[in-house]
Antibody, heavy 118, light 107 residues
């Protein structure tokens, strides 16, 4: 069974950092690009970042560029999202998703909730 | 590229036909448009990719069409489980924008 499981969410103060992880199973991670997508409760989906198969290429939404870093460890079947300088508008559910080339997302995790508040 | 979905909310009854629209601000020069369904408390689910191809396990009452800047998701006969949020997405290149969504509700 294809599965993506996010972890690492929680409550963080403004200006703080958090690292999300996404552990995959049921497929070979190194064969796929991966994405992070976020959603403020009650609002729409917003693409955050994407990483290629071997981690040599990444892309970010303008709203997170310079603050967020996406990485991967194919040997550990894990994708990460390091989030720094967090602000209230980063509060959202963060979904990890598999890219079934060339960019649509065919498998999604259940999401990790990030709350930025003092 | 900005994706604009209409209507914002669509109120229909089971058995009726639903037509959801997605308009892109720039011509899609490749067929890189997808549709997703999302139910409350759940992750999105891929319905359609490459404008008109159904994803694995998606019933044939779901169909996608369109070209250029205008795209449509059609649900031929609504089932109770189809009432949900629907998003379109272009994936020709980053930043892979989504539309703002159409809420399909029971009338």
């Amino acid at each position: 069974e294809l599965q993506l499981v996010e972890s690492g969410g929680g409550l963080v103060q403004p200006g703080g950092s958090l690292r999300l992880s996404c552990v995959v199973s049921g497929f070979t991670l190194s064969n796929y690009w991966m994405h992070w997508v976020r959603q403020v409760p009650g609002k729409g989906l917003v693409w955050v970042s994407r990483i290629n198969n071997d981690g040599s290429g990444t892309a970010y939404a303008d709203s997170v560029k310079g603050r967020f870093t996406m990485s991967r460890d194919n040997a550990r079947n894990t994708v990460h999202l390091q989030m720094n300088s967090l602000g209230a508008d980063d509060t959202a559910v963060y979904y990890c998703a598999r890219d079934l080339a060339p960019g649509y997302m065919d498998v999604w995790g259940k999401g990790a909730t990030v709350t930025v508040s003092s | 590229n900005v994706l604009t979905q209409s209507p914002g909310t669509l109120s229909l009854s089971p058995g009726e036909r639903a037509t959801l629209s997605c308009r892109t601000s720039q011509t899609l020069d490749k067929n890189f448009l997808a549709w997703y369904q999302q139910k409350p408390g759940q992750a999105p689910r891929l319905l359609i990719y490459a404008i008109s191809n159904r994803a694995t396990g998606i019933p044939d009452r779901f169909s996608g069409s369109g070209s250029g800047t205008d795209f449509t998701l059609t649900i031929s006969r609504l089932e109770p489980e189809d009432f949900a949020l629907y998003y379109c997405q272009q994936y020709a290149s980053s930043p892979y924008p989504f539309g703002q969504g159409t809420r399909l509700e029971i009338k």
